[in-house]
């Protein structure tokens, strides 16, 4: 087997379809796949090492062959559409035995091969017929946008897959991660950047005789949780309780306060914290750490190593809060420190299998921090920055006519920009593919009745630029000016009609670059379509 097929292989398998149940979404496309040919039947095939599986099957009840019956695996993996008015007088197909009538009896034979972005062919949506037919331009072109929209249905049940499985790992970390935030003796308490607590272990909801509530607010904390001045009678102000403290900017090392439920003895703590910072300086809220030093007040030595232990875990909070990054890390982050803690301040205590367990919770909490960073970098993956640059429309209209040049030249038409020239801030790649769906609709939904004009124009107005692309075709109907942007919607305004994604495409170029999109009447018929891009560029942007 060569590698490139191994690669198709493992493709296939990737998307977890083969054999499984089709669901509705795939019935439906081919359904509508044979209605496009107008042919009374149609599949989704998909080819393996060794057979052919008939996903799902529209006027006929499909299964397995061996892929050396199958018509569709003799040309797919070139990634052509294939069309075969009559199988029997066809050299490739005449023996095949779906046309000899060992299998069936096919005459009209056609498939759309399903690539993937990375050129893998995984098999093909299939039309058929047992009496010789022909398809026009128009049905292979829908046929090729319903294997398109296969793969995409295929992608995104692999997306969601990926991520209940992601999601399903997190949550099994996070709850090991309480459980170890739960067995320290040490009160953890961390709010968001408003104030409103989202971390609250066990030894502070044992200590303040509650649960965190987030609905209370940063200036009741100290009624709330019953929070004293080291006297153990002056309520403590807000502005000297730790946490606000280093919410507001402050580092915070040493503080002594006392907490006094009604229910329950009192309790002297030394606090330490510090802000949560993200990477790039944003922040995210704050931290802090109380230890609970009561009984040491009994003897002055006793204070003195509960000080000093303080400090040291005071030394190891600032370490972990450093790097912080975000709400879900920060318990990790805790526990990461005061397992090293453990290690260092018990080395001499702690035999080697403990040693042991003490290294493979902080590898598992490592492993946790990655598995959470990589959660938020494949979220980010599927809409990435917009990245902005200076751009000449001229240019980019030139580009985008490169790429419509057999368009272009098909539809007779004459595209002009109209002086001046003007530089735009916008991602020349997702402008150019703005302008060229632009233009080609604008000589696809020409007037047959005379040559096909088009002018791309722009124009500054205040705070942004005003870019509008006009034509002299079939214009669109009134009362579809704003449908036509929705997805799917089309504006049947001629015999020509689109999938309706094209202009819905367009609008989402836009709106990622800040700017607004409509269609108006041309003056003297057609259709005008304009939009808008920022004059300036933002830090967000980069």
Request: contains cysteine; glycine residues 8%; hydrophobic residues 40%.
């Amino acid at each position: 087997m060569s590698r490139d097929e191994q690669q198709r292989l493992a493709a296939l398998h990737e998307y977890r379809v083969l054999d499984a149940p089709a669901d509705d979404e795939l019935e439906a496309v081919v359904r509508v796949a044979a209605m496009v040919a107008g042919v009374p039947t149609a599949t989704l095939n998909l080819i393996d090492e060794h057979r052919q599986c008939q996903l799902t099957t529209a006027g006929f009840t499909g299964g397995d062959s061996a892929r050396a019956d199958s018509m569709c695996a003799l040309r797919f993996q070139a990634g052509q559409f294939v069309h075969v008015r009559d199988a029997r007088t066809d050299p490739t197909y005449r023996d095949n035995p779906w046309v000899t009538g060992v299998l069936a009896d096919v005459r009209f034979y056609a498939s759309a091969p399903l690539v993937t972005p990375q050129g893998h062919a995984l098999g093909t949506l299939c039309v058929f017929d047992s009496v010789p037919r022909e398809l026009t331009g128009e049905q292979i072109e829908r046929l090729e946008d319903l294997a398109g929209v296969i793969l995409a249905l295929f992608e995104r049940r692999r997306q969601a897959r990926v991520m209940a499985e992601l999601a399903a790992e997190a949550e099994a970390r996070q709850q090991f991660t309480d459980t170890v935030l739960d067995t320290i003796d040490v009160a953890v308490v961390a709010a968001d950047r408003s104030g409103h607590l989202t971390v609250f272990n066990r030894a502070a909801r044992d200590w303040h005789g509650l649960d965190a509530d987030p609905s209370i607010e940063p200036a009741d904390f100290a009624e709330h949780y019953r929070l004293f001045r080291a006297d153990g009678v002056t309520p403590l102000p807000s502005e000297e309780i730790p946490l606000l403290q280093v919410l507001h900017g402050g580092a915070v090392s040493d503080a002594e306060l006392v907490i006094r439920p009604d229910d329950r003895p009192a309790r002297h703590v030394v606090v330490g914290g510090r802000a949560l910072t993200a990477a790039d300086g944003t922040p995210l809220g704050a931290v802090v750490a109380m230890t609970d030093v009561t009984a040491d007040r009994a003897q002055q030595q006793a204070l003195r190593d509960a000080h000093a232990e303080l400090l040291r875990s005071n030394t190891e909070l600032e370490q972990f809060a450093a790097v912080v990054s975000h709400d879900l890390a920060a318990p990790l982050a805790v526990v990461n420190g005061y397992l090293e803690l453990l290690g260092d301040h018990y080395a001499t205590e702690i035999d080697a299998q403990g040693q042991k367990w003490i290294g493979a919770t902080v590898r598992a909490v490592g492993r946790m921090q990655a598995l959470i960073e990589s959660l938020l970098m494949y979220a980010r993956a599927g809409s990435g920055p917009c990245r902005r640059a200076d751009a000449d429309l001229g240019e980019l209209v030139d580009q985008a006519l490169t790429d419509l040049r057999e368009t272009i030249r098909g539809g007779g038409a004459t595209v002009r920009v109209t002086p001046p020239r003007i530089t735009l801030p916008c991602d020349p790649t997702l402008v150019r593919q703005l302008l060229q769906n632009l233009l080609g609709n604008a000589v696809k939904y020409r007037d047959p009745a005379r040559d096909c004009q088009v002018e791309v124009c722009a124009r500054r107005e205040e705070d942004e630029y005003v870019v509008t692309v006009r034509d002299n075709g079939i214009g669109i109907p009134a009362d579809q000016l704003r449908r036509v942007f929705e997805m799917f919607a089309r504006a049947e305004a001629g015999s020509t009609a689109g999938h309706g994604v094209g202009l819905s495409t367009c609008e989402r170029i836009v709106t990622r670059h800040g700017g607004r999109i409509w269609a108006d009447a041309a003056p003297g018929g057609g259709t005008a379509i304009s939009f808008t891009l920022p004059v300036s560029r933002t830090p967000a942007d980069a």
